[in-house]
């Protein structure tokens, strides 16, 4: 009896395994230096506060409203960066005074970048979750790499800014590959498009 009950208990160990590891991915993500971005959807809880409860939705400008102190601004934040700077503001609105603030995302926006040009397989890229950003080398790859016409010393990458104007970069990808040329990676953000121009014979 005592040997069933073991195997039985060691079978629901394998079952539970890839749940335990999934959950432990997504609390990896939350806690290891992971950027808040644009429509991630939060959850946020003061300790002895059941109201403060909530979830919500971080806007376009990286925003999100909060009960009794109104809009905050998370973008770019840490989780931890996140809880400490909404402690601070109930702090400074004398709202309460040592308040125990989580935060947690539960539901992370896909980041994504365009390749197009003469790449393999031009179109979208979606960035790991845990990932805020990638190199554009490694865009480049996940886009399948330059083709045979490709001109990879002139690509171009289009970034709009916060004040929605837009900023185009002339990057010698081509150089950074070979070693050839600069040695310091171009990092490539969310929604920002890359253009592999074709070399002209």
């Known amino acids: 009896m005592t040997r069933l009950v073991s195997l039985f208990l060691g079978a629901l160990l394998l079952c539970l ?26 959850a946020m809880s003061i300790l002895g506060e059941p109201d403060m409860t909530i979830e919500r939705r971080i806007d376009g400008d990286g925003r999100v409203s909060l009960p009794l102190i109104g809009s905050v601004s998370l973008r770019g934040l840490s989780t931890t960066e996140a809880e400490n700077k909404i402690r601070q503001v ?56 330059f083709t045979r016409i490709s001109k990879g010393e002139s690509v171009q990458v289009t970034r709009k800014l916060s004040n929605g104007a837009e900023q185009s970069t002339t990057v010698d990808v081509a150089g950074m590959i070979d070693g ?17 121009p074709e ?3």
């Open 90 to 145: 109930y702090i400074e609105r004398q709202i309460y005074i040592r308040p125990q603030v989580s935060l947690s995302v539960k539901e992370y926006y896909p980041r994504e970048v365009f390749v197009l040009g003469q790449v393999r397989t031009p179109g979208k890229i979606t960035l790991p979750i845990e990932a805020s950003s990638i190199s554009i080398v490694e865009a480049i790859s996940k886009a399948g790499g």
């Open 17 to 42: 395994l890839p749940i335990l590891k999934a959950a432990e991915s997504n609390d990896s993500a939350n806690t290891s230096g992971y950027k808040l971005f644009p429509r991630d959807l939060i």
């Open 180 to 196: 050839k040329g600069t040695k310091t990676g171009f990092i490539i953000q969310p929604d920002d498009v890359i253009f592999v």
């Open 199 to 201: 070399r002209l014979f």
